[in-house]
């Protein structure tokens, strides 16, 4: 019974890195309505900019803070710079850019810092707490991700920049009519969306060490979260992540952990066969 609790609390707390991913990838999905596949990339390097500040001198949470602003620059840049020009392109032409980004941080991250492994410290202790059912850092990184999502959830819920974003984001024609400035409103998602996932790289980058492919299984998991909960579904995103990591340790302890990565697969198979729109996504309907 102790190991299932174990296991169960331990999925929480990765699934809060997943729901983190996750909630990035539907805000991106919610402004382009594609699938931003350097979200992982992004994170990933938002990371190495903070073990490169720490390695400077800087305490952890000071590093922390200013490679969050750091990346929600960067991702208001990028928007602005290298999607805004193909944003009415062709649906081909916006994934190449995707790709390109992807590709381009990897490339960046080894050649800066190679792809030798490297630690990453936690600012969290090592001793297990909770009764030893979770290490300091898996309760700690949980804390994080949660006060996170809930900051997300009270900035898009009760205020006037929140409000304006979600109405961009959803109709942008209606919000241009009533003076919302589109265009910024969807680069400044683009900002929070990189912001997101770098804590997300901070808090994963002590279990799975630094190293450029360190956010490939994560981003799988991620996408499997977001499309569980359903992909314009901020909050189902978030529930689909929580769930899939409880899921991930579950098959792991049943089965063993060489089908771990299989969960995500067979995830994203069984919804997009069974309920292409997620648990709380929307259903759209065209009438012909």
């Known amino acids: 019974m102790d190991l299932l609790?174990?296991?169960?609390?331990?999925?929480?707390?990765?699934?809060?890195?997943?729901?983190?991913?996750?909630?990035?990838?539907?805000?991106?999905?919610?402004?382009?309505?594609?699938?931003n596949f350097a979200q992982g990339e992004l994170a990933m390097f938002a990371t190495y900019l903070s073990w490169t500040l720490m390695q400077s001198g800087l305490p952890y949470w000071v590093a922390f803070a200013l490679t969050v602003l750091i990346?929600?620059?960067?991702?208001?840049?990028?928007?602005?710079?290298?999607?805004?020009?193909?944003?009415?392109?062709?649906?081909?032409?916006?994934?190449i850019v995707f790709i390109g980004l992807l590709v381009i941080f990897n490339s960046l991250a080894g050649w800066i810092?190679?792809?030798?492994?490297?630690?990453?410290?936690?600012?969290?202790?090592?001793?297990?707490?909770?009764?030893?059912?979770?290490?300091?850092?898996?309760?700690?990184?949980?804390?994080?991700?949660?006060?996170?999502?809930?900051?997300?959830?009270?900035?898009?819920?009760?205020?006037?920049?929140?409000?304006?974003?979600?109405?961009?984001?959803?109709?942008?024609?209606?919000?241009?009519?009533?003076?919302?400035?589109?265009?910024?409103?969807?680069?400044?998602?683009w900002g929070l969306a990189s912001a997101i996932g770098a804590v997300a790289g901070m808090m994963v980058a002590p279990i799975v060490f630094l190293e450029p492919n360190m956010m490939g299984g994560i981003l799988l998991?991620?996408?499997?979260?977001?499309?569980?909960?359903?992909?314009?579904?901020?909050?189902?995103?978030?529930?689909?992540?929580?769930?899939?990591?409880?899921?991930?340790?579950?098959?792991?302890m049943v089965l063993g952990t060489e089908l771990k990565l299989s969960v995500a697969l067979v995830i994203i198979?069984?919804?997009l066969v069974v309920r292409p729109s997620g648990l709380f996504g929307q259903v759209h309907v065209a009438r012909v």
Request: proline share 5%; hydrophobic share 55%.
């Open 269 to 271: 198979v069984a919804v």
């Open 71 to 95: 990346a929600f620059a960067a991702g208001v840049v990028i928007e602005r710079v290298v999607v805004r020009p193909v944003e009415n392109g062709s649906v081909l032409s916006v994934v």
């Open 221 to 252: 998991y991620a996408f499997a979260g977001a499309l569980l909960g359903g992909i314009d579904s901020p909050g189902g995103a978030v529930l689909g992540g929580f769930l899939v990591g409880v899921l991930e340790n579950l098959v792991g």
């Open 5 to 35: 609790l174990h296991q169960v609390l331990s999925g929480l707390a990765t699934g809060g890195i997943y729901a983190s991913v996750a909630l990035a990838l539907v805000m991106i999905y919610q402004a382009t309505h594609l699938v």
């Open 113 to 189: 810092y190679s792809y030798t492994i490297k630690p990453f410290p936690s600012p969290f202790p090592s001793d297990l707490v909770a009764g030893g059912l979770l290490s300091g850092h898996e309760l700690g990184s949980m804390l994080v991700t949660l006060g996170v999502l809930v900051l997300v959830f009270v900035f898009f819920r009760f205020t006037p920049l929140g409000l304006a974003m979600r109405a961009a984001a959803q109709n942008p024609v209606s919000s241009r009519l009533v003076g919302v400035r589109v265009g910024w409103m969807l680069a400044l998602g």
